[in-house]
């Protein structure tokens, strides 16, 4: 197994939120990662839309696997969401992130979710603090 799925696999095992989410992780590497997750009826408000924390979560979990997957611990200091459309129980939403800017201190990810309709739902932006602990140190 390589170093990225072998650290995702370690922080979902024991992420109790996003294995409510239902998240499944699709792709991942080195900076990068695709999950994706179906919307339920217990994740909508009272508009009868998704709340916006869900696909805020779902995002917020593309980051922090993407950030983390070469090895290094990486925490988040900052980040944003704008959404774009509407989202119902049902929809299956993707997110997508792109690794923009990665020091030996901070990296900065965007994040793009689209529906099952190929349609972008939400962005978002998170910039993570680099710290020098690795996940699996060499002994």
Known sequence: ?????????KM???DAFSQWLGIEVLEIATGFCKLQLKVREEMTNGFDIAHGGIAYSLADSCLAFA???????AVS???SISHTKKVVSGDI???TSKEIN???????????????????IAHFKGTVFR??????PKK
Request: no cysteine; proline share 0%; glycine share 4%.
């Open 131 to 136: 710290t020098e602990k690795e996940w699996f």
């Open 12 to 14: 979902i095992s024991g």
């Open 93 to 95: 939403l993707t997110a």
């Open 1 to 9: 197994m390589n170093l990225a799925k072998k650290v995702v696999n």
């Open 67 to 73: 950030a983390n997957a070469d090895g290094i611990q």
């Open 102 to 120: 990665k020091s030996s201190k901070t990296a900065l990810y965007y994040i793009t979710i689209t529906n099952q309709n190929k349609l972008e």
């Open 77 to 79: 200091i900052e980040t």
